[in-house]
């Protein structure tokens, strides 16, 4: 057996796609965005299962109705921070902007209207020291 001898995996070609970053409150999304029939994954499970309810579902589908795209692309995300809702944001913005850099012509406007592309700058607010536990509450005081 020769030792100078390599062996080369040759993998499958590179698929092209587009890549995004969607943010809302502290919630961070990377998304791939492939052309063609696929399964959309979080973090690596089905995306129907990973953001569960009918609503949830319906938003996660937002850029794609608005460009009448259902269908015809397939993405990976990957997500950090924040809780499921705002998660939820992050994904359906950085998807929107995915879409938005495929075809800018065409998906742009229709985008724009859906207020898609627009990053949601609410964060949530810090606690203040000296107030009971939360940013606004104050302390109880006495009638007299």
């Known amino acids: 057996m020769d030792k100078n001898k390599t062996t080369v995996k040759k993998s499958a070609p590179k698929a092209k796609y587009s890549f995004a970053v969607g943010r809302r409150k ?6 791939r965005l492939f052309r063609g029939k696929g399964e959309f994954t979080v973090n690596g499970k089905p995306a129907l299962s990973y953001f569960s309810g009918q609503t ?31 998660q939820l944001g992050a ?17 742009h406007t229709p985008l724009k209207k859906a207020k898609l592309l627009t990053r949601d700058p ?19 005081s006495p009638k007299r």
């Open 26 to 31: 502290t919630a961070s999304a990377r998304i």
């Open 56 to 86: 949830a579902n319906k938003l996660f589908l937002a850029p794609f109705e608005a460009t009448k795209t259902v269908g015809k692309y397939y993405a990976t995300v990957k997500v950090i921070g924040s809780g499921l809702q705002g």
């Open 91 to 107: 994904v359906v913005h950085g998807m929107a902007r995915a879409l938005d850099k495929e075809n800018p012509t065409d998906f």
């Open 122 to 140: 609410r964060e949530r607010e810090r606690r203040k020291p000296g107030l009971g536990g939360k940013a606004r509450r104050q302390k109880q």
